[in-house]
């Protein structure tokens, strides 16, 4: 593991446990619609919440693009019932504790690969999810992310190639605006 991953990785580690406190003081709103809502009305709420509370236009601009990316993905796992962490083991339900834990750069640019091979092998990889449940995986549609990221120059191409530690700490930034909001 290079310097960079090991430092991506006690950066995830320090940021799922924040996220936990955090989700202590989230709404409860937060919780039933990523519980159920489709990703319009996640995102509405969102952008009405950006609104609300006058966000600067730079941090407008990648909120909901970037929830979008992320919810592209989680929306169609959550509603086959086969969501899963970071670390693949399974989640029973989405919620914005798990939604910040993919909102990781790092951990959504692994996402994007593990669907891209799921989708080419047509049963779900790479996860810790029973076997029988894994074969029930359909195919999920990667344009959103792979726009998102491609537009964040991660090499949709080649998993082991880096991208811009920039670019992650842009994320971590999008990241804790979006936990602000709900």
């Given amino acids: 593991m290079t310097p960079r991953k090991k430092y991506l990785k006690s950066k995830i580690i320090l940021e799922s446990s924040i996220i936990k406190s955090v989700g202590n003081i989230m709404k409860e709103e937060s919780y ?3 519980k159920s809502a489709d990703i319009e009305t996640i995102l509405e709420l ?5 609104k609300n509370r006058n966000e600067s236009p730079f941090w407008r601009d ?3 693009p970037f929830s979008a990316a992320i919810l592209s993905v989680l929306i ?6 086969i969501l899963f962490n970071p670390e693949g083991y399974p989640e029973s339900e989405l919620t914005p504790e798990l939604f910040f834990r993919w909102s990781d750069f790092l951990s959504l640019k692994t996402l994007a690969f593990t669907i891209q091979r799921s989708n080419e092998a047509g049963i779900l990889l790479r996860t810790r999810l029973d076997e029988e449940l894994c074969k029930k995986y359909e195919s999920i549609d990667l344009r959103v992310l792979g726009d998102y990221l491609s537009r964040y120059t991660v090499n949709l191409e080649n998993e082991s190639l880096d991208f811009p530690i920039s ?3 842009l994320h971590q930034g999008v ?3 979006i936990k602000s909001l709900l």
Wanted: hydrophobic content about 40%; charged content about 30%.
């Fill in 62 to 64: 990648k909120v909901v």
């Fill in 46 to 50: 969102l952008e009405r919440e950006l």
């Fill in 175 to 177: 990241s804790n605006v």
């Fill in 32 to 34: 039933e619609l990523f």
């Fill in 167 to 169: 670019n992650y700490n």
């Fill in 76 to 81: 169609p796992l959550r509603d086959a019932g």
